[in-house]
């Protein structure tokens, strides 16, 4: 069966980094866009970040842009979330998603940026 499995998340201090993993099993990793997105309490869950199956296209929220880079092992099945210039804002639970074509979601992991 499909999984996702996020790692990586936790305590930070604003301004410092975290990358997070994503391991996929149960499909061909390779064949499928892959993305990241976030989600806080009581808000909806957002997208953060995109990329293509060879990982040469990618795309990001405004707020990201030029701090988070999402690329992808299809070796070992594995997507990846850098984050630098953490904010306090970046404060959320972080998913990874398939569509294959069904949609699929990681449990989620949390990323807390305070000092």
């Known amino acids: 069966q499909v999984r996702l499995v996020e790692s990586g998340g936790g305590l930070v201090q604003p301004g410092g980094s975290l990358r997070l993993s994503c391991a996929a099993s149960?499909?061909?990793?390779?064949?499928?866009?892959m993305s990241w997105y976030r989600q806080a309490p009581g808000k909806e869950r957002e997208l953060v970040a995109r990329i293509s199956t060879n990982g040469v296209a990618t795309n990001y929220a405004d707020s990201v842009k030029g701090r988070f880079a999402i690329s992808r092992d299809n070796a070992k099945n594995t997507l990846y979330l850098q984050m630098n210039s953490l904010k306090p804002d970046d404060t959320d639970v972080y998913y990874c998603r398939a569509v294959i074509p069904l949609d699929y979601w990681g449990q989620g992991t949390q990323v807390t940026v305070s000092s």
């Open positions: 149960g499909f061909t990793f390779s064949a499928y866009t």
